[in-house]
């Protein structure tokens, strides 16, 4: 992808912009773009520098996206809306080719790096409350304010807010940022393809059982706010990529959202709102929650993954009313006129309760709230969702597993184990 019409190579120590921003270090990358964690020498302080490939194609989807989140940008001047910030753009002449740059505030690592952080267990259901209300708060920004609907939401466009603490962030404790090139470049240097290609080796090895989905997009992390999150350091997050946003009455394509975190009525082709982004974050919420995606969809003997995905939804959420079912364009490809799947004949329904407690050993109380929170927010009638704003008002984001801390023994050496008691005592608004 490093060649005409794509990724820019960069190397630390680069400048961009007349020699504003001043390239650190890598922090991830897409399918359009890589992010660099640059130093803006203007302001003294740090941002994400988000790269688009240069290729035409490439370079109207930033204009897009940069459209976006000029519009996120005015609205929100206070930067409180849980939504990532544009501060720069610029175009960028490099030996690809010309390539439109977004900078970016500089936010710390997605969802998906914690939940893997975390062992695929799933975090405390406190801190899944204190996620979900930041992405409520961006999603009712979005969507009430604005109009826009995401389209792509899922755990690596989410992500947390960093420099909490900037007395332990390394790169804010003193660190003198990088403002030349290291030594030994640009011949000796370490070049983007030799990392690059660590890096996959890496990543290949880290995602082994994990959906394709996930080996191919990046984020090599080194950033401290897993840590710090888990350490229950002030919870905040802000939603990310806006490429492929688009206007509630401005869509561009039917084909949207990732795999795992597709509507029905994407699949269907029955036309989509606001509502698509809500039955999404239901996805992440649950996934952040047991540390597994709710729907993994796979094609099968005579079946594929869209009817794969259809089944696998009925079987947690109950049959789809027969008129959602036959209502979508593609609805005949999978539902016959009864409103049954045509080539998946069994399934086994399981409701999300259950779900809950049979596989990922929720207390009873802990799943039927839970399941109380989700179901709603998978409504198979798109217009039955709640709203983000609706969905802040609901009283399970208000509830509260006290995590008591005790001091449970003391070694010999002095040393004092701490052990982690759950009390569950409901607090009210
Ligand atoms: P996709 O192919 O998923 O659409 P993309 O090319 O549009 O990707 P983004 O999702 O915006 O790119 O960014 C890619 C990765 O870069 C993110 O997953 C994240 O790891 C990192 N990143 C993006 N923006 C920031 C930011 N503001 N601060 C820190 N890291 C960021
Ligand atoms: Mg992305
Ligand atoms: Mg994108």
């Given at each position: 992808?490093?060649r ?24 991830g990358?897409g ?7 640059a ?32 519009a996120?940008?005015?609205?929100d ?7 990532v910030r ?7 002449a490099?030996p ?14 997605s969802?998906?790096?914690l ?11 406190n801190?899944?409350r ?23 939401l ?6 947390l ?17 990088i ?12 070049t ?7 890096l ?17 997009v990046?984020?090599?992390?080194g ?57 999404s974050?239901a ?11 709710m ?27 027969r ?9 005949k ?38 399941a109380?929170?989700l179901?709603?927010?998978l ?18 984001l ?9 001091v449970?023994s ?20």
């Amino acid at each position: 992808s490093y060649r005409k019409g794509g990724y820019h190579a960069v190397r630390v120590g680069d400048s961009f912009n007349g020699g504003r921003y001043i390239a650190q270090r890598k922090l991830g990358w897409g399918q359009f773009s890589t992010v660099w964690l640059a130093y803006d020498t203007r302001s003294a302080s740090y941002v994400a520098l988000k790269i688009q490939k240069s290729a035409p194609q490439f370079a109207q989807a930033a204009l897009h996206e940069i459209e976006v989140l000029s519009a996120i940008a005015e609205g929100d001047p206070s930067t409180s809306k849980c939504v990532v910030r544009l501060v720069d753009q610029f175009k960028h002449a490099g030996p690809n080719g010309q390539h439109l740059c977004m900078v970016l505030e500089f936010l710390g690592d997605s969802l998906l790096r914690l939940t893997k952080y975390k062992r695929y267990k799933g975090l405390e259901l406190n801190k899944v409350r204190e996620i979900c209300k930041c992405i409520l708060i961006g999603l009712d920004y979005l969507h009430r304010e604005l109009g826009i609907i995401h389209t792509d939401l899922k755990p690596e466009n989410i992500l947390l807010v960093s420099a909490i603490d900037p007395a332990k962030d390394p790169i804010r404790s003193g660190r003198a940022p990088i403002l030349e090139k290291p030594k030994g470049y640009p011949n000796g240097g370490v070049t983007m393809n030799f990392i690059e290609k660590k890096l996959k080796r890496r990543a290949r090895r880290a995602v082994v059982g994990i959906s394709e989905r996930r080996a191919s997009v990046g984020g090599i992390g080194g950033n401290p706010t897993v840590e710090r999150c888990l350490n229950g350091i002030d919870m905040r997050c802000k939603v990310v990529d806006f490429g492929n946003a688009c206007w509630a009455d401005k869509q561009f394509t039917e084909e949207i959202q990732t795999r795992q975190y597709r509507a029905p009525e994407v699949i269907l082709r029955s036309g989509y709102s606001f509502s698509v982004d809500m039955w999404s974050f239901a996805c992440i919420a649950f996934e952040l929650a047991t540390g597994e995606m709710m729907f993994t969809p796979k094609c099968g003997q005579g079946f594929d993954e869209d009817e794969d995905h259809l089944a696998q939804m009925m079987e947690l959420l109950g049959k789809m009313p027969r008129k959602i079912a036959i209502g979508g364009a593609r609805s005949k490809d999978y539902f016959d006129r009864h409103g049954d799947l045509k080539r998946i004949r069994r399934l086994k329904y399981c409701p999300l309760d259950r779900f809950l407690v049979d596989k990922f050993k929720f207390s009873d109380t802990d799943a039927r709230e839970f399941a109380e929170f989700l179901t709603p927010l998978l409504d198979f009638a798109p217009e039955k969702r709640p709203t983000a704003q609706q969905c802040l008002q609901h009283p399970w984001l208000n509830t509260r597993n006290l995590i008591q801390k005790e001091v449970k023994s003391e070694s010999s050496l002095g040393k004092v184990e701490v052990g982690m008691s759950k009390l569950q005592i409901k607090v009210g608004k």
